[in-house]
Nanobody, 125 residues
């Protein structure tokens, strides 16, 4: 069973950047597609980005496309979310998730089995 720990959240001004990290342990990192989700107060959790087991395929939500980038570093068992040009509407708790997938290229948007505790991102105007 994989454990996930997010870091890198914080307070940033609109237009700024942050890089979130998610360290995985307790499992074989290469067996899991990895995703980022977020949840703002009073709103449902929403998909942000996903990267396949191979790291070759990614999927980015339309709301953050062109501003956010997801990547993974297999040697470090870590997945990253680079967030540029942040907007106040990006304020949310950001969660890392892992899903074992048979395909090395699948990028699931739902049905993740393992979740981290989240890291708060607050964007001020």
């Amino acid at each position: 069973q994989v454990q996930l720990v997010e870091s890198g959240g914080g307070l940033v001004q609109a237009g700024g950047s942050l890089r979130l990290s998610c360290a995985a342990s307790g499992g074989t990192f290469s067996n899991y597609a990895m995703g980022w989700f977020r949840q703002a107060p009073g709103k449902e959790r929403e998909f942000v980005a996903a990267v396949s087991r191979s790291g070759v395929t990614t999927d980015i939500a339309d709301s953050v496309k062109g501003r956010f980038t997801i990547s993974r570093a297999s040697a470090k068992n870590t997945v990253y979310l680079l967030m540029n040009s942040l907007k106040t509407e990006d304020t949310a708790n950001y969660y890392c998730a892992a899903e074992p997938t048979p395909s090395r290229w699948a990028v699931p948007k739902t049905e993740y089995d393992y979740w981290g505790q989240g890291t708060q991102v607050t964007v001020s105007s």
